[in-house]
């Protein structure tokens, strides 16, 4: 069963700004470590920033010091604010909990376009 609902994506030109959010279950926002993955065409997915329940986040080399993580507890909500896209950000964005999704399935993504 899906416990995350991520939106926020859109179409962006080269070194704009998006901020991603995804409302997570009470379940696994109180208790797990949440993390923002993302998978582009023909890759593999993967974890580019993760946030403890304390706050403690870390970040994936490719996306250091232009993506923050942040997670509102009283609204059970996990945002990614990004800043100086790339056209290689361009990817499905997914919210799980991290390091390493064990929940079975994932929510429906929301796609993140970087183009001029």
């Known amino acids: 069963q899906v416990q995350v609902v991520e939106s926020g994506g859109g179409l962006v030109q080269p070194g704009g700004s998006l901020r991603l959010s995804c409302a997570a279950s009470r379940s696994i926002f109180s208790i797990y470590t949440m993390g923002w993955y993302r998978q582009a065409p023909g890759k593999q997915r993967e974890l580019v920033a993760s946030i403890q329940t304390g706050g403690r986040a870390n970040y994936a080399d490719s996306v250091k010091g232009r993506f923050t993580i942040s997670r509102d507890n009283a609204k059970l909500t996990v945002y990614l604010q990004m800043n100086s896209l790339k056209p290689e950000d361009t990817a499905v964005y997914y919210c799980?909990?991290?390091?390493?999704?064990?929940?079975?399935?994932w929510g429906q993504g929301t796609q993140v376009t970087v183009s001029s």
């Open positions: 799980s909990v991290a390091p390493v999704n064990f929940l079975g399935s």
